[in-house]
């Protein structure tokens, strides 16, 4: 059985098709936004700061718990970006809820994920250019659409979980 975008088997003749869930941060400060230059096994590439939704754990938590263990910064949710679909090859789908906000602060010396190289400031201009290296091209578009002042409120996202 696996996950993650991937088919489930359910029995011999059905399966249930699920995508992968994930979140990225969109944080811009004085005209520039915060990107994560990581290795891939496409090679070095950059994205926002992203990663994928843990069990028990609220869209807005896992957006803040991957800003800081990818780029240690302390990231604030103030809106939802956009909702996501990117199938980045047969068989792999994800679902990316991007969330737009601001940084509150940051851990210098931080140990990052594996495989993170470093953070970087770079303008919407910058970006565009080197679009053969983005991890997808949700990376751009993100940036795209919080240029063109896209925001949904935070409580369009609800989480209902059993009472314990």
């Given amino acids: 059985m696996r996950a993650g975008g991937k088919m489930l088997p359910m029995s011999t003749t059905e399966s249930i098709w699920k ?17 994560i230059e990581e290795e891939t096994e496409r090679g070095t ?47 792999t789908s994800y679902m990316r809820f991007a969330f737009s ?25 910058e970006i565009r250019a080197c679009r053969e290296r983005h991890r997808s091209p949700l990376v751009m578009q993100c940036v795209d659409d919080f240029l063109a002042g896209t925001r949904y409120p935070l409580d369009i996202v609800r989480r209902y979980a059993p009472q314990s």
């Fill in 101 to 125: 906000g601001s940084v509150s602060g940051a851990e210098p010396g931080r140990a990052l994920d594996s495989g993170i190289l470093r953070h970087v400031w770079m303008s919407a201009g």
């Fill in 19 to 35: 995508p992968e869930v994930t979140v990225a941060a969109v944080i811009e400060r004085d005209g520039r936004f915060l990107l």
């Fill in 45 to 91: 590439l950059f994205n926002q700061p992203a990663g994928h939704l843990e069990a028990d754990e609220t869209l807005t938590e896992a957006v803040v718990r991957e800003t800081l263990e990818e780029s240690a910064h302390h990231f604030v949710p103030e809106a939802l970006l956009g909702v996501y679909h990117h199938t980045s090859r047969p068989g």
